[in-house]
């Protein structure tokens, strides 16, 4: 079975910190994905990876920074929280250099509440 | 340019009714259909998907979908409601000329008892 963890379930964060999201995929993907979910809004793409070192914007990258230098880790970077960065992320990665009819393996995600 | 739309923000259904989820999407390439479902505070996992093959797809849990192009539609049903179907579920298109998923906005599900 493919395995994507997140570091943290939960976490509480103050405005301006530099505030670090990790996610580790066990399944040798190649594609990674960052996302935020927010009610009534769906998930939207904030970045993703289709190799190490490489990286796309997504939908919404303001505010947001990746790191992939391993394959199977990628971070998400925020650099200076803000309250309207409070919201559910995740993770997701995908076999296959292009194409998309592969699944796409969610982690279980991290709910961040920015003060 | 592709996108998925979701009719029905929340669903309530009788347990042992008949569940139907709509999903009608965009795109102006052959597209790859997918539903996920999300229990609270879990990730999302992949219920099933249409990639061109049959047109009828079914999926874990009882849950089907059929690919209709003249209607652009993928909606998902499942003949019986159980309790643990109630789950925000979520429908994604893509197309093998890009590396991306398009997600609706989601559709919550409750079973009455």
């Known amino acids: 079975d493919v395995k994507v963890t997140q570091s943290s379930r939960y976490l509480v964060k103050r405005t301006g910190e530099k505030v670090f999201l990790e996610c580790v995929q066990d399944?040798?993907?190649?594609?990674m994905f960052w996302y935020r979910q927010d009610p009534g809004l769906g998930l939207r793409l904030i970045y993703f990876s289709y190799d190490v070192k490489m990286k796309e914007k997504g939908d919404i990258p303001e505010g947001y920074s990746v790191s992939r230098e391993k394959k199977e880790r990628f971070s998400l970077i925020l650099e200076s929280a803000s309250t309207n960065q409070t919201s559910m992320y995740l993770c997701a990665s995908r076999a296959g250099l292009a194409g998309v009819r592969e699944t796409q393996y969610f982690g279980p995600g991290t709910r961040l509440l920015v003060l | 340019a592709q996108s998925v739309t979701q009719l029905g923000s929340h669903v309530s259904v009788s347990e042992g009714a008949l569940v139907l989820l709509r999903c009608n999407y965009s795109s102006s390439v052959p597209p790859y259909l997918f539903w996920y479902v999300q229990y609270p505070n879990q990730g999302l996992q992949l219920l099933l998907k249409?990639?061109?093959?049959?047109?009828l797809v079914k999926g874990i849990n009882g849950f089907e979908a059929e690919f209709k192009k003249s209607e652009t539609s993928f909606h998902l049903t499942k003949p019986s409601a159980h309790m643990s179907d109630a789950a925000e579920y979520f429908c994604a298109v893509s197309s093998n000329t890009g590396n991306q998923f398009y997600f609706g906005t989601g559709t919550s599900l409750t079973v009455i008892p």
């Open positions: 399944m040798d993907h190649e594609n």
């Open positions: 249409y990639t061109s093959a049959a047109t």
